[in-house]
């Protein structure tokens, strides 16, 4: 099954997609994880994207596109695929019909307000990248990883300027991608402000 997860900055694609990759046995493909191994790893790519996602802008369409379709040429895309975070533009959309057949397209639907506490209350731990948040998943010591022990941070990204910079450019760049799936027969909406066992369970029904 190959899906395309749609949908703003902290409707909680990552957390969905993380359950469907293990329901599913299809490999969960995240252009953000990519970029933060190739900052995290220092590579060419990683210095050119540090800064602009820092400031919540996009990286320019042909470096995310080699990129993602390097990635679905790998073997464990082979018998599907979660594509979050991409396709981004038109562009991006055009040139993913080239590379691949989408079943379906999930559209995460959610307000600006529920975005802005979800992700202005999140904290990683740097050296393992694991997520807690300081309202639905706290660390058991307040500012400290539950594993290494080592201080928590706040993502540039995640801080509230950042956010809705991140939120003018989706919705200028992203949201014609609505209608561009739309039109093709393949967006299916789904309510994001549930629990992720709610919206799994309707995510079932909805790809049956």
Do not use: W
Request: glycine share 8%.
């Amino acid at each position: 099954m190959n899906l395309i997860f749609l949908g703003p900055p902290g409707a909680g694609k990552g957390t969905i997609a993380a359950i469907v990759k293990d329901a599913y046995k299809i490999p969960h493909i995240s252009t953000g994880d990519l970029f933060r191994a190739n900052i995290k790893n220092e590579t060419e790519l990683g210095k050119m994207v540090k800064e602009i996602l820092a400031s919540g802008n996009l990286v320019p369409d042909e470096v995310t596109i080699k990129m993602v379709e390097n990635r679905l040429g790998e073997s464990d895309a082979k018998s599907g695929y979660i594509l979050d975070g991409f396709p981004r533009t038109i562009a991006q959309a055009d040139a993913l019909s080239q590379m691949s057949l989408v079943d379906h397209v999930i559209n995460f639907v959610i307000d600006r307000e529920t975005i802005l506490k979800r992700l202005s209350g999140r904290r990683v731990c740097k050296s393992t990248g694991r997520t807690y948040h300081i309202l639905y998943n706290p660390p058991k010591v307040e500012g400290i990883d539950d594993e290494t022990g080592e201080p928590l941070i706040q993502r540039d990204d995640d801080k509230e300027e950042a956010i809705l910079n991140r939120l003018d450019v989706y919705e200028k760049s992203t949201a014609p991608l609505i209608n561009y799936y739309k039109e093709k027969g393949l967006l299916i909406d789904l309510d994001a402000s549930k629990s992720p066992e709610e919206i799994f369970e309707e995510f079932k029904k909805v790809v049956k």
